[in-house]
Structure formats: structure tokens, C-alpha cells
């Protein structure tokens, strides 16, 4: 996430690890705050607004009947999967003596959050994916000399993540039509008859059952900054901050909705025709636990080191330009994965036909990306300063990793804000930004873990995304 101040807002966040106007320097370049005069306060959120939507070119499910956009049958194209979030920020910084300063920052450097209906017709891919982290950052700065000081921080970080998809457990309702034949793709052409086993396929059109996995965890990172005074109008900034790997452990739930019953083994590994249906039938279930007993899970996650250099010059009395760029290694994102802790083989594993105790497994494949920035500051008068901005803000997913989970594209930012000062104490900041992304095609389908198609289950669509954010910060000086 970029939204960690609306002062940085109001430029599209260029240039701010080579800009000191308030506490937020604790997190863009702790090295500034030895240029503070006084011990400051900085609270704020930045409010964004998002819309996203799917259009279906086709979907094909695990029995091999393809839906069209014409045709959804049971499904829907997942209404607006992206949801409105307020992101709170705040920082205290303070000089120590002329050559130290120290500062405390809490804000939110992680998060995405897509929430599909729940008859999306891309659910065995996706429904809900939350990703909450808060980080409390202490730190310290140096002053070299008059031209140069360094920082240092840690990054003391809580991370809570869910992920959830809807399960077609009876396509398997297509597939019961037929012979338990596994040499064939269709499992054979003869019909055999279930109709006593409530499996008939009326009944279980679509999807029946819902799983989803919890987990947290706390990590420690670091942060190392730079900022150099070239002279008395040219400030170079340089913010490090390092790579952190979480494992966010907790329990998988596999909810049945109520009287659903589920297969207990995947369709490949149920045996020939002739065996009773019911024997390899979870009962049906009255509640909403079902008969698969929850499952101690994690999923590791690491995220990335990042590099930001920023320039910052005043042109004029009352004009300064700032620009940056921020290196990001996504690369070390490769997979969304859930992995049984447990000592035993359980039930979601044998579900999921992927071995090796994996219960989950989505390939993302994300690169390294370079997002730049540009934008000016106008000092109208004595109180008001006016900002704007533009970013091109490259993404890490790449159009044959694309997922519904994380469905990205690049982006442009276009920003607008101010600062008011409303005494020699206090000043406000507030900010517009709009982001533009482009339409995207996406074609995803099951994978085993060494990348080969699991099944026959495919989703082929288009996404379109813009958001908008709101930022306001309040600046009091001590």
C-alpha cells in the first residue's frame, strides 16, 4: 500500500523520501527527522474507494460443462468484488539534540481485500481474499554533518490474512451421471443410476459447499535511510526497506451448506460402477460445520524488499518539483499456499488430490516491479501550499499468472491536495487521487504443485478496475 500520509497523497507520493514537512518522515525517510524544529504529532487515513468488476468469456468446470456469458446457469459474474477501506496512519518525531532525532510511526503497509457474491462463477478460484497487516515502526536518525544524515527503524509487523473459495463438490454431480470409469476423461458413457443417493443433479447444479483458512503472525524487519542536502535547493532522499517472512497459521474450515452432501474422495480415485454411491457419501449435514472436522493450516508469505531514491528541488521562492522511484522484488512472491500442520492425513487434504499435505496451492508468479512518480509544490501564500502529482505504478502479476484472487494491473495516478496552515502550531493536509487501470483478460485454471493442469476446471474473462481516495491529515507541532 502507498497510503501512508496525505501529504505524500497530494504528489502522487513523489519525492517523499527527499521531503521533510511533517512527522510522516518516519516512514518515507527517517533520516529527515533530524531537519525538524520542534517535536511533532501527525494522524490521518486515507479513505479509497475502488470498483471492480468480471465479464465472463467462459467458464468450464471439473465434469467439463463450459458456461458463457449468455449462459451462466446457477452463477453470476461476482457483482463489485472490491470493497471501500479506511486506512488509519500516525507518527510522533522529535530532535533529540542537534544531531539526533527519534520518531514512532504506526500505519498499514499490506492489505488487499476481494470479496466475490457468492455464486461467482469463478468461486472454485476464488471468493474472499482479506489481507489486514499493522506495523509499529520506532526510530532513530543521525546527523552526519550539515549535507548528510542516516536512519534506522524497525519494522515490527502483525499480519492477519483469510482466504476462501466455493466448492462444485458434486460435479461430481455431472460425472455421477456416468460410469466410475478413470481411463476416461468423462469417466466412461454409461449412465448409472443415483437416484437414491440425493445426488441428483437438479438438486446440486452449481455450488454446494465453502471452504476458507485464518491465520496470523507477527514479524521483525528493518528499514536504513539516506538524505543528502547536494546544496541549499537539491535534496536527494534513499529509504531501504527489507523483506519479511510471515507464516500465518490457523485453522481451515470447510463449511457444508445444510443437507448438502459432499464426496469424500476426489473423482478419479472413486472406484467402478456398481459400488454403492452412498459408501463414498459424507451424510447429509444439519448445521453449518459439516462433517469435515477443521484442519490446523499455514500460509507462508514473504514480502518484499523495497528501494526508494527521491529528488526534491526548489526551482523558485514558491515552486518546488519532486520526483522518485521505488523498486519493489515481488518476485519473492511466488505462490498462495495452505499447508496442513497436522501429523495425520485429514479429510481437506485428500479433498484437494494435491499431496505432500497441501490443502491449497495458486500459483501467482509475481515480478519485480518499478513504480515512478513526479509532481510540484506551490507555496500560494502564506498559508495555503498546493500540491499534485502523477504516478505510473507498474504491477507485479503478469498476464499468464494472472488470478481471481489477485486480478492487478498496472496503474496511473493522477493526485491533487493542499496544505493549510491554521496557526504556527497547527496545519492541515488533504488530498484527491484517481487511479486508472486497464482492462484485463484473465485464463486460469487449477494447477498440481509442480505447475501442471490439475483438471478441467477453466476460467476466460475480462477485468476493469479504477479507484478513487480521499486523504486527510492533521500536523501539530509540540
Known amino acids: ?52 468488476g468480471f465479464e465472463l468469456d467462459s467458464y468450464t468446470n471439473a465434469a467439463g460443462k463450459t458456461y458463457t456469458s449468455e449462459d451462466l446457469g446457477p452463477y453470476s459474474d461476482g457483482g ?40 461467482f462463477i469463478g468461486g472454485v478460484f476464488a471468493d474472499e481474499t482479506q489481507l489486514t497487516s499493522i506495523e509499529f515502526q520506532p526510530a532513530v536518525a543521525y546527523r552526519v554533518n550539515d549535507q548528510f544524515s542516516v536512519g534506522f ?31 476416461d476423461p468423462r469417466f466412461g458413457k454409461e449412465p448409472v443410476d443415483v437416484s437414491g443417493s440425493g445426488l441428483a443433479y437438479s438438486d446440486y447444479e452449481g455450488f454446494e459447499n465453502h471452504y476458507e483458512v485464518e491465520g496470523d503472525d507477527w514479524q521483525v524487519g528493518y528499514n536504513l535511510s539516506l538524505m543528502w542536502d547536494i546544496n541549499s535547493d537539491i535534496t536527494l532522499g534513499v529509504s531501504y526497506r527489507s523483506e519479511m517472512e510471515f507464516t500465518l497459521k490457523g485453522d481451515s474450515e470447510f463449511k457444508q451448506s445444510e443437507g448438502v452432501v459432499g ?43 523495497s528501494l526508494t531514491v527521491s529528488y526534491a528541488h526548489q526551482l523558485t521562492e ?53 513504480a515512478v ?38 496503474r496511473e495516478w493522477l493526485s491533487a491536495g493542499a496544505n493549510y496552515r491554521i496557526n504556527e502550531d497547527l496545519d492541515v493536509d488533504f488530498a484527491f487521487s484517481y487511479l486508472f487501470f486497464e482492462d484485463v483478460k484473465i485464463n486460469e485454471y487449477e494447477r498440481n504443485l509442480d505447475g501442471s493442469i490439475k483438471s478441467s476446471t477453466e476460467l476466460n474473462g475480462e477485468y476493469s478496475m479504477d479507484a478513487m481516495a480521499i486523504s486527510l491529515q492533521v500536523n501539530y507541532k509540540l
Do not use: C
Not at 273 to 285: C, E, F, N, Q, R
Not at 352 to 361: F, P, R, W
Open 153 to 183: 527503524g524497525l519494522d515490527i509487523t502483525y499480519m492477519k490474512g483469510l482466504l476462501s473459495k466455493q466448492l462444485d463438490t458434486v460435479p461430481y454431480n455431472e460425472l455421477l451421471k456416468y460410469s466410475f470409469e478413470s481411463t
Open 80 to 119: 463489485n468484488f472490491l470493497s471501500s477501506a479506511a486506512i488509519p496512519y500516525g507518527y510522533f518525531a522529535m530532535p533529540i539534540n542537534e544531531k539526533f532525532a527519534a520518531g514512532f510511526g504506526i500505519f498499514v503497509p499490506f492489505g488487499t481485500n476481494t470479496n466475490y457474491d457468492d455464486d
Open 318 to 370: 514558491k515552486l518546488q518539483l519532486v520526483a522518485g522511484a521505488t523498486w519493489t522484488q515481488w518476485s519473492v512472491f511466488e505462490n498462495f499456499d495452505v499447508i496442513s500442520t497436522e501429523s495425520t492425513t485429514g479429510m481437506m487434504e485428500t479433498l484437494s488430490g494435491l499431496g505432500d499435505g497441501y490443502i491449497g496451492h495458486i500459483e501467482e508468479n509475481w515480478v519485480d516491479t518499478t
Open 263 to 305: 464426496l469424500t474422495q476426489s473423482p478419479a480415485d472413486i472406484p467402478a460402477a456398481g459400488v454403492t454411491a452412498g459408501d463414498y457419501i459424507i451424510a447429509p449435514v444439519d448445521g453449518a460445520t459439516g462433517s469435515v472436522a477443521n484442519q490446523s493450516s499455514k500460509v507462508p508469505l514473504t514480502t518484499p524488499q
Open 1 to 52: 500500500l502507498n497510503e501512508q500520509g496525505a501529504a505524500g497523497a497530494g504528489n502522487a507520493y513523489a519525492g517523499r523520501a527527499a521531503v521533510v514537512e511533517d512527522a510522516s518522515v518516519v516512514f518515507y525517510n527517517p533520516a529527515g527527522m533530524v531537519k525538524l524544529k520542534r517535536a511533532e504529532v501527525t494522524v490521518g487515513a486515507s479513505y479509497v474507494m475502488p470498483v471492480g
Open 373 to 410: 512518480a513526479i509532481g510540484a509544490n506551490y507555496q500560494l501564500n502564506e498559508d495555503w501550499l498546493l500540491r499534485t502529482g502523477y504516478a505510473n505504478d507498474q504491477s507485479p502479476v503478469t498476464n499468464t499468472y494472472r488470478t481471481a484472487r489477485v486480478p492487478d494491473n498496472d
